[in-house]
């Protein structure tokens, strides 16, 4: 009986997830109701209402600033369980309102259902909405009574899921001359720690250093040794209070060395794109909180955005959170499909209001069985032209994941030769591959200031700096056509070949990213267009 129970509770939430899978451009509001009568049967009733087809596409318009804004860090003891590692704020739901909406309006509509305003992001028009604690199903109730306002874009529950660091920490190397080895440089056979630049051809890239101008990057990881040797004058934060909320931490340092360690300092390590400032958010609001939900991980796109970056870097995501249950996977995918709305429609409303960008997002390191399908990594890695939800802003969704870049990792095998690493995910959503193997980079380890890592977060920060490199030699460019120059085929020179361990099913290979092609290829653009 328990176990009819949960099944049904599960299919309940599934039922509520997929009203919000299904194209908003032609659903309205979806009602799930579940009952039980003599103590065994449950019934599940959905009533779908037609909704009119959104407008041409228009122009994006001048970029505005916002002001004001608050958040309210969910507790974890409010989140409950879909799976192991993933779930919903029982206590929140999202409001986006439609622009223009008078503020009294947004009151009466949040007094209406007996909610308190305890969150706001300006740019999105989106409000945090607390709530007595509920099931999914008296959440659902809310959203669709607030999907009938004509004022309101959409309503959501606030997700929550287990993020995984995606990298697969390695044995640290160090030495007296403070962390350097290398074999030299030599781009047509990379070897020793800093393979992973002689394999993207990052040498000849700088050698067109005239060409680039100064560019923010924004990464948004689990917290910044703001004290590192090499990050000196590197790091800033959107807001003070997201500096203050910063714990350091080995991953978000690593990720921020590959990214921009300082050149030129007779210290440490060369980051990639050494004229520019990093915008960070620590995603992690406590130490050692694994739950990310929704809000956390869009407000960080946001403020990053609205701080400057053209390239925001995401070396997380949520595979590892995937249920092992055949039974729970179908349920997982349309989790995912729902998640993938609240972050393609943010990306919207910053590209309506003007600001251009490109989100690098990490495939994944797998499952706990095995490499999966990079869609079932969450967030920016879930959206495609399907499932993207744009509402009235009048961006396409191709708008929208003409600026995702999904990265897988790559191996070095020796003489010029590279395999995809056994956790990299795969799949139609990997756009590229960049060295994520042995990765040597700044640490924030007491024991040591550099050390090696393994994992698709080392191979995101490669393709953010290769694509912030190439976007600085001209940064009116569109950012779907940076894109487009990064993972093109004809800007790269190494293959990625697929990997034959049985953890990693052989069914794709890939391109490496190659700063020097990509920068070049932006050159000669611009020098056409003159």
């Given at each position: 009986m328990?176990?009819?129970?949960?099944?049904?509770?599960v299919?309940?939430l599934?039922l509520?997830?997929?009203?919000?899978?299904i194209?908003?451009s032609s659903?309205s509001?979806?009602r799930?109701?579940?009952?039980?009568?003599n103590g065994?049967?449950?019934?599940?009733?959905?009533e779908n209402s037609?909704?009119a087809?959104?407008?041409?596409k228009?122009?994006?318009?001048?970029?505005?600033s916002?002001?004001g804004d608050?958040?309210?860090v969910?507790?974890?003891?409010?989140i409950?369980?879909i799976?192991?590692d993933c779930?919903?704020?029982n206590?929140e739901?999202?409001?986006?309102?439609?622009?223009?909406t008078?503020?009294f309006?947004?009151l009466?509509?949040?007094?209406s259902?007996?909610?308190?305003?305890?969150?706001?992001l300006?740019?999105l028009?989106?409000?945090?909405l607390?709530?007595?604690p509920?099931?999914?199903?008296?959440?659902?109730?809310?959203?669709?009574?607030l999907?009938?306002n004509?004022e309101?874009e959409?309503?959501?529950c606030?997700l929550?899921?287990k993020v995984?660091e995606?990298?697969?920490p390695?044995?640290?190397?160090?030495?007296?001359?403070?962390?350097e080895y290398t074999?030299?440089?030599?781009?047509?056979?990379?070897?020793g720690?800093n393979w992973?630049l002689e394999?993207?051809?990052?040498?000849?890239?700088w050698?067109?250093?005239?060409y680039?101008?100064?560019?923010?990057i924004?990464?948004?990881d689990?917290?910044?040794d703001?004290?590192?040797?090499?990050?000196?004058g590197k790091?800033?934060f959107?807001k003070?209070?997201?500096k203050?909320?910063?714990?350091?931490?080995d991953h978000g340092?690593?990720?921020?060395?590959?990214?921009?360690?300082n050149a030129?300092n007779?210290?440490g390590?060369?980051g990639i794109?050494?004229?520019?400032?990093i915008?960070c958010?620590?995603w992690?609001?406590?130490?050692h909180?694994?739950w990310?939900?929704?809000e956390?991980?869009?407000t960080?796109l946001?403020?990053t955005?609205?701080d400057?970056?053209k390239?925001?870097?995401?070396?997380?995501?949520s595979?590892?959170?995937?249920?092992?249950?055949e039974?729970?996977?179908p349920f997982?995918?349309i989790?995912?499909?729902?998640e993938?709305?609240c972050?393609?429609?943010?990306m919207a409303k910053?590209?309506?209001?003007?600001y251009?960008?490109?989100?690098?997002q990490?495939?994944?390191n797998g499952s706990?069985?095995?490499a999966e399908d990079a869609?079932y990594?969450?967030?920016?890695?879930s959206?495609?032209?399907?499932?993207?939800?744009t509402?009235?802003?009048?961006?396409?969704?191709?708008?929208?994941?003409?600026r995702?870049?999904?990265?897988?990792?790559?191996?070095n095998m020796?003489?010029?030769?590279?395999r995809?690493?056994d956790?990299?995910n795969?799949g139609?959503r990997?756009?590229?591959?960049?060295?994520?193997?042995d990765?040597?980079?700044?640490?924030?380890a007491?024991?040591?200031?550099?050390?090696?890592?393994s994992g698709?977060?080392m191979a995101?920060?490669?393709v953010?700096a290769v694509t912030?490199?190439a976007?600085?030699?001209?940064?009116d460019?569109?950012?779907?056509t940076i894109?487009q120059i990064v993972c093109?085929?004809?800007?790269?020179?190494?293959?990625?070949e697929?990997?034959p361990?049985?953890f990693?099913?052989l069914?794709?290979?890939?391109?490496?990213?190659?700063a020097?092609?990509?920068?070049?290829?932006?050159i000669?653009?611009?020098?056409?267009a003159?």
């Open positions: 328990k176990r009819l129970i949960s099944y049904i509770s299919l309940a599934t509520a997830i997929w009203s919000y899978a194209p908003m659903i509001e979806s799930v109701t579940l009952s039980q009568t065994s049967v449950a019934t599940v009733n959905i037609v909704k087809p959104l407008p041409e228009k122009p994006v318009l001048t970029a505005v916002t002001k608050y958040h309210r969910a507790e974890e003891k409010s409950v369980n799976s192991e779930g919903y704020v206590d739901i999202l409001v986006f309102f439609k622009d223009g008078p503020f309006s947004k009466e509509i949040v007094k259902i007996d909610a308190v305003m305890v969150g706001y300006g740019i028009n989106r409000y945090q607390r709530i007595q509920k099931d999914i199903n008296e959440i659902q109730a809310l959203c669709d009574t999907m009938k004509e309101v959409l309503a959501v606030n929550a899921v995984s995606t990298s697969v390695s044995d640290p190397w160090t030495s007296p001359g403070g962390g074999l030299g440089w030599d781009e047509s056979d990379p070897g720690s992973w394999a993207i051809q990052a040498p000849s890239a050698e067109y250093n005239d680039f101008n100064h560019i923010d924004g990464v948004i689990s917290g910044f703001l004290e590192h040797e090499d990050l000196q790091i800033v959107p003070e209070w997201l203050k909320q910063n714990i350091k931490d340092t690593h990720v921020a060395g590959i990214i921009s360690a030129n007779n210290t390590i060369t794109c050494d004229n520019c400032t915008h958010v620590d992690e609001p406590e130490d909180q694994f990310a939900t929704s956390r991980l869009l960080g946001v403020y955005v609205l400057g970056a390239v925001i870097n995401y070396s997380v995501g595979t590892a959170s995937m249920p092992v249950s039974l729970l996977l997982y995918e989790f995912l499909h729902f993938a709305k972050f393609s429609y943010s910053l590209l309506e209001a003007g251009d960008y490109i989100v690098v990490s495939a994944g706990k069985e095995k869609f990594n969450g967030m920016f890695c959206i495609t032209q399907d499932n993207a939800f509402g009235r802003t009048g961006i396409s969704a191709k708008q929208i994941v003409d995702i870049i999904v990265v897988g990792a790559a191996q020796g003489g010029a030769s590279f995809q690493a956790f990299s795969y139609d990997v756009d590229i591959c960049a060295p994520g193997y990765v040597f980079s700044c640490s924030s007491q024991d040591s200031k550099y050390r090696y890592m698709t977060s995101a920060p490669v953010t912030a490199l976007w600085s030699v001209k940064p460019l569109p950012g779907d894109k093109s085929p004809e800007n790269t020179c190494y293959e990625v697929d990997n361990d049985e990693h099913p069914v794709y290979s890939y391109r490496m990213v190659n020097k092609l990509a920068v070049e290829a932006v000669e653009l611009t020098q056409t003159e």
